[in-house]
């Protein structure tokens, strides 16, 4: 697979060159200071491309091989008239993209958020921190912070007794530390929604379910998969975050069949899959290796992780060790390095699948540093070293076509 690490631009505290450092040769980045809605023009994206560029000459080449995310409106998620100009923006783009070269582009579907977290700095018994979900404490700030209308609803009776005795015991800081991870915004943007804003965004989606998201997903990627065809992009959207419904919200890319009924919906090969499999992991119901069997012709992008689910309460999660947790991490590089094998037997252009380490431990000098959540130097050198490892093992392993 080609390594790759996720970049946030010019205030990312990890640099271009630390990437480069631990092996990579390709970079996922996106325009955070764009709208969106709004065009990427292609000047903004060839400065992008030039500064992940300058220093090819004198080292180890780096270029710009995924965008992660071109994030998609949310009047097209939530099925406006309005959606119609912000899929014209869409598709101009993609032709930018195209233009400049770029032809991995990822994407996701989920409404308001594009992650949840209860907790940025779970600790592990060696010390490092990592990223972890709490039922109860998703709970706590839906019911008695937000206080989402109808939220009793979604809770069991024993889960909001306890979230409640829990707020009792928390102090203002404590209260205000949850309702920011809960309310962080994209990935690459370090403020939180307001807890008013927050609930009217919510309120806009009231009579939306699963069948109306559905809907709307499948005739966004109706109206841009064929021009990404055309255009030799492949579209790649990533599963939801966690896979499961939350604040009333609809999640319509959490499971085998959500994917199933996504690439029928526009059965073109640019309709494709970011396997995350840290994300789908979260469930014990997906099997992932035979994800990779059934999907791989579809998947153009890899996120590679894995989460542990708390033996008591499988809703409650945190982001484990690459090579531990509950994702079987030998069984999927398996099945995706068995379908680069099969893609160069075929002579794809696209034989080889961009990877990237996802949401490394903070740990060592970088507990003292300030990071994007997931996303410091030495847990993704760390991951990505472990992956590498497993990588080359399973190649020496198998037949070679």
Not at 134 to 148: G, M, N, S, T
Not at 218 to 224: E, T
Not at 303 to 319: A, C, G, Q, V, Y
Request: glycine content about 6%.
């Amino acid at each position: 697979m080609i390594q790759t690490m996720r970049w946030f631009g010019p205030n990312d505290p990890v640099s271009l060159m630390d990437i480069r450092q631990a092996g990579c040769s390709g970079i996922v980045s996106a325009l955070h200071q764009i709208p969106v809605g709004e065009v990427w023009s292609v000047e903004a994206i060839e400065e992008r491309k030039m500064l992940i560029e300058a220093g090819n000459a004198q080292f180890t080449e780096l270029h710009w091989l995924v965008v992660e995310s071109l994030p998609v409106h949310e009047d097209i998620k939530k099925g406006l008239p309005s959606r119609e100009k912000y899929i014209s923006n869409y598709k101009e783009s993609l032709r930018n993209l195209a233009a400049c070269g770029i032809k991995t582009v990822c994407y996701n579907f989920m409404p308001v958020l594009d992650w949840s977290r209860t907790q940025l700095s779970y600790t592990l018994p060696e010390g490092q921190q990592t990223l972890r979900f709490v039922w109860e404490d998703f709970a706590l700030f839906d019911l008695y912070i937000l206080q989402r209308p109808g939220s009793e609803n979604d809770y069991e009776p024993e889960v909001q007794k306890s979230a409640l005795a829990k707020l009792n015991a928390m102090s203002q800081e404590e209260i205000g530390a949850l309702t920011n991870t809960v309310l962080l915004g994209l990935p690459g943007s370090e403020e939180a929604f307001e807890l008013t804003e927050f609930q009217s965004l919510l309120n806009a989606y009231a009579h939306i379910g699963d069948k109306e998201l559905r809907e709307n997903l499948y005739y966004f990627i109706g109206q841009i998969a064929p021009l990404a065809q055309e255009l030799g992009i492949n579209l790649c959207i990533h599963p939801d975050d966690p896979p499961k419904s939350l604040l009333g919200l609809p999640r319509v890319v959490s499971t085998e069949s959500d994917l199933s009924q996504l690439l029928q919906s526009c059965d073109v090969r640019a309709n494709g899959i970011t396997f995350c499999t840290g994300s789908l992991g979260v469930r014990a119901d997906n099997n992932l290796p035979q994800m990779v069997e059934k999907f791989g012709d579809r998947i153009h992008f890899v996120h590679l992780r894995t989460t542990k689910r708390d033996s008591d309460n499988p809703l409650n999660f945190h982001e484990a060790p690459h090579l531990e947790g509950d994702v079987d991490m030998y069984e999927v590089v398996k099945a995706l390095v068995q379908e680069e094998q099969r893609r160069k037997a075929d002579q794809y252009v696209d034989s080889e699948l961009p990877m990237r380490p996802d949401h490394g431990f903070q740990m060592l000098d970088d507990l003292h540093k300030r990071t994007y959540p997931g996303y410091s130097a030495i847990g993704r050198l760390k991951a990505l070293a472990e992956l590498r490892g497993l990588e080359m093992s399973i190649l020496r392993s198998l037949p070679q076509f």
